[in-house]
């Protein structure tokens, strides 16, 4: 399956930014869809995953509460909706796609290319 991240872009603290993947080439449905993001000199942190229906998500405890992540597999594409947007909340963020429940980024096995997301203070 092929990935494509994007809505990405820079933000005041405080404010919200929805990204999207966008997938093609494979059965959509049959994925968990999983977000990650990378900071500079960091590396990459699992954030979100949504299950194959949508009826499942988890969240890293750094971002509970604050984004939600979503998808419609009729239109192939999930979302991550990111609220309450901090500073250090800045990186590339990433879709990816497993065939099962993944926490951990070696887990999954199809990656969008990332978009960035600059939180100013």
């Known amino acids: 399956v092929q990935l494509q991240a994007s809505g990405g872009g820079l933000v005041q603290a405080g404010g919200s930014l929805r990204l999207s993947c966008a997938a093609s080439?494979?059965?959509?449905?049959?994925?968990?869809i999983g977000w990650f993001r990378q900071a500079p000199g960091k590396e990459r942190e699992f954030v979100a995953h949504v299950s194959w229906s949508g009826g499942s998500t988890y969240y890293d405890d750094s971002v509970r509460g604050r984004f939600t992540v979503s998808r419609d597999n009729t239109k192939n594409t999930a979302w991550l909706q990111m609220n309450s947007l901090r500073p250090d909340d800045t990186a590339i963020y990433y879709c990816?796609?497993?065939?099962?429940?993944?926490?951990?980024?070696?887990?999954?096995?199809?990656w969008g290319q990332g978009t960035l997301v600059t939180v100013s203070s």
């Open positions: 080439g494979r059965t959509f449905e049959n994925y968990y």
């Open positions: 990816a796609a497993a065939e099962k429940f993944a926490r951990h980024r070696n887990e999954y096995d199809y």
